[in-house]
C-alpha cells in the first residue's frame, strides 16, 4: 500500500517561530544542508548585528559567514529589508529566506540578487508534511538559489555597468573639447551608449561621433526611413568623392551597406574608450578634428541633394 503526503500546518508543529522553529532548525541543520547541497556547521542563533537580532548565523566550508532568516508565513518586504541588511552587516557570503509562502515578486527580487550581488542568495519554501498517523516531517524546497547562469548574469551586467560608465565619462570629455572648437555637437547631452550624434539639418543624415573599445570614428549616417532614398542619397555624395577626400584631407570609408537599409560615410582612427586615459584628450582632439573637417567637405555636396520629400 502507498500512503499519500497530507499536508499539516506549520503552526500545528512549530507554534513559535522563534522559540520552537528556529531552535529546532539550529539543532537539525542537516535536513537543510540536504534540501540545498550546502555543509552548513557551527550554527549560532540570536546573533546581534546592531539593534538586530538575526534567527541563524552558520559557517560554509569554505568558513564563510552564511545568515539564515526565518518567516513561517507569506513573504513580505519587512523580512526582505531583513536579510539585506543582517547579510551586509555580518559581510556574509550567502542568505537563506525560508518562508511558508514565497509570493512572486520576491522570487524575483531574490532571482534579482543573485545577477546583481557577489553573495548568494536562497529562496526557500518550508512546509510539514505527514503520510497516514506518521509523525509531521519537514520539507524544504529551493525554490530560487545561486547557480553559474545567474553568475554569468551578473558578470556580464557589471561589466555593462562599468562600460557605460566609462562611455559616459568618455562622452562627456568630448563633448566639453569639442565645444570649444565648434558648435555642431555643442548642445548634446552626453550617454553611455556607443554613438552620439545630432542632425546635418537634414531630416535623417546625422553627424555621429562612435566610439568602441580600441577605436573611435566621425561618420555621416544616412538613414531616412527607405532603402532605396538613402542609397540615392548616398550615390550622389559618393558622385563627388574625390572632391569630398581631396576637402577632407585624407581617404574616407564609404559604405553603402546594401544588405541594410541605412549607408554611411566614415573616417575611423586608432583609440577608443578603453585607451588610457591620459590618452583621451589626445585621440578626442584628433577625431574632433576629423569631424569638422567631415562636416565642412561635406557640407557643399548635402546642399545640392535632390530628395524624394
Not at 544542508?33 to 541563524?56: H, K, M
Not at 536579510?83 to 509562502?101: C, D, N, Q, R
Not at 553611455?192 to 555621429?208: D, P, Q, R
Not at 555624395?237 to 537599409?261: D, T
Request: aromatic fraction near 8%; glycine fraction near 6%; include cysteine.
Amino acid at each position: 500500500m502507498i500512503g499519500k503526503i497530507q499536508r499539516v500546518p506549520l503552526r500545528d508543529v512549530w507554534k513559535h517561530e522563534a522559540k520552537d522553529f528556529t531552535q529546532w532548525l539550529q539543532e537539525n541543520i542537516d535536513v537543510l544542508n540536504s534540501a540545498l547541497d550546502l555543509n552548513l556547521i557551527n550554527v549560532d542563533r540570536e546573533r546581534e548585528t546592531g539593534d538586530f537580532s538575526i534567527d541563524l548565523v552558520a559557517e560554509d566550508d569554505g568558513g564563510g559567514t552564511v545568515i539564515i532568516e526565518n518567516q513561517l508565513e507569506k513573504s513580505n518586504h519587512d523580512h526582505l529589508g531583513k536579510l539585506i541588511t543582517y547579510l551586509t552587516g555580518m559581510g556574509a557570503k550567502a542568505a537563506i529566506w525560508i518562508v511558508s509562502e514565497p509570493r512572486p515578486e520576491h522570487v524575483a527580487a531574490v532571482a534579482w540578487l543573485n545577477e546583481s550581488s557577489s553573495a548568494a542568495f536562497y529562496m526557500v519554501k518550508v512546509e510539514a508534511v505527514r503520510i497516514g498517523e506518521s509523525p509531521a516531517a519537514p520539507l524544504f524546497t529551493l525554490i530560487v538559489g545561486p547557480s553559474r547562469e545567474t553568475q554569468e548574469v551578473g558578470k556580464t551586467k557589471k561589466e555593462l555597468a562599468e562600460r557605460y560608465g566609462i562611455r559616459k565619462r568618455w562622452w562627456t570629455q568630448l563633448v566639453e573639447r569639442s565645444a570649444k572648437v565648434s558648435k555642431l555637437h555643442a548642445h548634446i547631452t552626453p550617454g553611455e551608449y556607443s554613438w552620439i550624434g545630432t542632425s546635418s539639418g537634414i531630416s535623417g543624415l546625422n553627424f555621429n561621433y562612435v566610439v568602441i573599445q580600441d577605436a573611435s570614428s566621425a561618420e555621416l549616417y544616412i538613414d531616412r526611413g527607405e532603402a532605396e532614398e538613402n542609397k540615392s542619397i548616398f550615390d550622389q555624395l559618393y558622385a563627388n568623392k574625390p572632391a569630398v577626400e581631396k576637402s577632407f584631407g585624407g581617404p574616407l570609408s564609404w559604405e553603402r551597406l546594401e544588405n541594410r537599409r541605412a549607408c554611411r560615410i566614415k573616417f575611423t582612427q586608432e583609440g577608443g574608450y578603453r585607451s588610457p586615459e591620459d590618452e583621451w584628450p589626445s585621440i578626442q582632439d584628433k577625431i574632433i578634428n576629423a569631424m569638422n573637417r567631415l562636416e565642412q567637405a561635406l557640407r557643399p555636396y548635402l546642399k545640392q541633394l535632390k530628395l524624394s520629400s
